[in-house]
């Protein structure tokens, strides 16, 4: 299973602030760094110094950085036009020499959409934008160079794209899609993704959630091993009890409260918990990390936990 650094930098980052994560990431030995995409604080505290945009943020991070991937989890498909979208992913791949996956999803957060002025369509109508998007943006990147891409869908419509900038990676960067939903996220995943992701959940649910995308895999036809799975979680790790409650606590959370929610406890608990999610298929796990400050939890999960990992 390989490990990834996920951060919420809308709850109170500066792009200093990812630098320096991004880092020690890197420094690790970490597999990818990856960020939401938000533009609103969530629960306790006051966002400041305020959102900053993802893939602004990654296009800096990938001359700053050589080895880590790069990408969100997830961007939201009614904050950018899809074509502008692809534009700024290809660019950044080309930035980081190859190294971005781009995490799209419907979108949830109402709240965020009305501080800044985004429109917010309902369930059916964010996962119909989502649909065409997915085709839009890989049909661009795939198109080959010197030709022009038409696309005329319900909400969005191309004439004569060149279909300009290419990403470096062929055919295009990863695409990751992910979510609990029944029908519609499984089926999208099958057709346009290379990873599927089951955040937050236990592992067992999290097992009924891969079957259920492999499942849509055999329906269309592909090889369900073609698509990789994994799983994201909040994760707090001290070298021993003391230490968990005041890495839990520097985050605003009970210890008592996060066990079902998140992978807390010490080196070996943890180590425990991400192989039971090894064992129900994830080979990538992303590593929420709430506090920024606290450079020295990457550190112990570096030594401590990256060697335990089946």
Not at 79 to 108: C, H, K, T, Y
Not at 151 to 173: I, V
Request: glycine content about 10%; overall charge negative.
């Amino acid at each position: 299973m390989l490990l990834r650094i996920f951060i919420e930098p809308q709850q109170g980052a500066s792009y200093d602030d990812q630098l320096a994560v991004a880092r020690k990431t890197e420094e690790c030995g970490f597999d990818a760094f990856f960020r939401s995409d938000h533009f609103l604080a969530m629960g306790d505290g006051d966002g400041l110094p305020g959102p900053t945009d993802s893939w602004i943020t990654l296009a800096g991070l990938a001359r700053e950085t050589s080895r880590i991937k790069l990408g969100t989890l997830v961007s939201s498909a009614t904050f950018r036009n899809p074509g502008v979208l692809a534009i700024s992913v290809a660019q950044v791949d080309q930035m980081s020499g190859g190294r971005v996956e781009l995490g799209l999803g419907a979108g949830w957060y109402e709240a965020e959409h009305a501080a800044y002025g985004i429109d917010f369509p309902d369930t059916p109508g964010r996962f119909d934008r989502l649909t065409e998007q997915l085709e839009l943006i890989t049909g661009l990147w795939t198109t080959p160079a010197g030709e022009q891409y038409n696309f005329d869908g319900k909400h969005y419509r191309l004439t004569d794209s060149p279909a300009l900038p290419k990403p470096l990676q062929d055919p295009h960067p990863p695409i990751i899609v992910g979510g609990a939903g029944k029908k519609r996220t499984p089926a999208l995943a099958a057709q346009y993704a290379a990873e599927f992701n089951a955040g937050f959940k236990t592992a067992e649910d999290t097992k009924v959630l891969f079957d259920r995308v492999q499942e849509a895999c055999r329906a269309i036809g592909r090889d369900p091993q073609t698509l990789a799975l994994s799983t994201a979680h909040t994760v707090v790790v001290g070298k021993d009890d003391a230490q968990v409650k005041a890495r839990a606590a520097a985050i605003n959370r009970n210890p008592e409260d996060l066990q079902t929610t998140a992978i807390i406890g010490t080196p070996t608990q943890v180590v425990d918990r991400l192989n039971q999610y090894a064992e129900a298929g994830s080979t990538r796990q992303y590593l929420q990390i709430l506090d920024l400050t606290d450079l020295d939890h990457l550190d112990l999960i570096a030594s401590t936990v990256l060697p335990g990992i089946s």
